[in-house]
């Protein structure tokens, strides 16, 4: 299957019809249906529902479609990556991470690392943990912001100072945002949104302890922006990071912190023995020489 083969399918996902596909593509709309044909056929499966006024997607095109966004995007880093030279370093260094306190020592290291290359640039991508490891996994992500706990075995990694701090989110109007801190016996027959990470729930229910089994559970979520929005309409408590609601409303969304104190630390990992890109290289032996290791 060619590089430019895929482009073209992705040409056609997006415009949902082969004409105009075409068009965007310069190509003749015979040529073009001529490549997803093959493509099809040597895949032994349908790739498009063909309607009369545009096209859909198969369940096996869908799947495709995801595999193929991520193969170019990986095509063009390593392309930019190829292209880069040591005399004046240039490309994109990719960072995931999620929303933590420890962001906040991002913009500092980002200035000090282009005063030294600014023809550097850097590519931000939020997820959870467990999706930007992923990405690391697989080439797509170069750096990743981790709260521990999490599996870093396969990494290199730099642990930050910061104290990621545990808090229990609420409406400020809500029961519980009368108390200065919640304690678990506290949360006894509270609705509750616990975080999706299987790790965290661990943490949460160690710091829980025997009231771990009476918790009245309503959601999971693996972002803190949705927690927040489902304890600003007061169906829950959630039980989140801090860092992760310093920039909402606080006329909105409120938080007091879990006692007895509940700390998490982050890092910041690369896979080891991972081919980079020179950037990405120059960045991570500046982040050696900046970031005193804990």
Not at 31 to 44: D, F, K, V, W
Not at 50 to 66: S, V
Not at 149 to 154: G, R, V
Not at 208 to 217: A, C, D, H, P, R
Request: glycine share 4%; hydrophobic share 40%.
């Amino acid at each position: 299957m060619e590089i430019r083969v895929l482009r073209y399918f992705l040409t056609v996902v997006r415009e949902e019809n082969i004409t105009k596909a075409a068009e965007v593509l310069h190509i003749t709309q015979p040529t073009l249906s001529r490549q997803i044909a093959q493509m099809e056929e040597e895949m032994g499966v349908r790739l498009f529902d063909r309607g009369t006024r545009k096209i859909a997607l198969t369940n096996e095109g869908m799947l495709l479609r995801r595999r193929a966004e991520e193969i170019l995007e990986l095509v063009d880093k390593t392309e930019k990556e190829l292209a880069e030279h040591d005399e004046t370093i240039t490309g994109t260094v990719s960072i995931g991470c999620g929303d933590l306190a420890a962001v906040r020592r991002l913009p500092d290291l980002f200035r000090s690392f282009q005063e030294r290359y600014p023809a550097v640039t850097f590519g931000l991508y939020t997820a959870a943990a467990d999706h930007i490891r992923d990405r690391m996994d697989r080439g797509l992500t170069d750096i990743g912001m981790l709260l521990e706990p999490i599996n870093l075995e396969k990494y290199e990694y730099i642990r930050l100072a910061n104290q990621e701090q545990w808090v229990a989110v609420m409406h400020p109007d809500s029961p519980l945002a009368k108390l200065d801190r919640i304690t678990p016996e506290d949360l006894r027959g509270q609705p509750l949104i616990l975080p999706y990470r299987t790790n965290f729930q661990s943490e949460l229910a160690h710091w829980l302890g025997v009231e771990y089994e009476k918790l009245n559970v309503r959601f999971t979520a693996n972002l803190p922006s949705v927690s927040s929005i489902m304890a600003h309409n007061k169906l829950a408590y959630g039980l989140l990071i801090q860092g992760s609601i310093s920039f909402w409303d606080k006329n909105k969304i409120t938080y007091r912190p879990l006692w007895p104190e509940l700390t998490a630390t982050t890092v910041l990992a690369w896979k080891r023995k991972q081919p980079f890109g020179l950037a990405a290289e120059k960045f991570i032996e500046f982040l050696k020489e900046t970031l005193p290791e804990k």
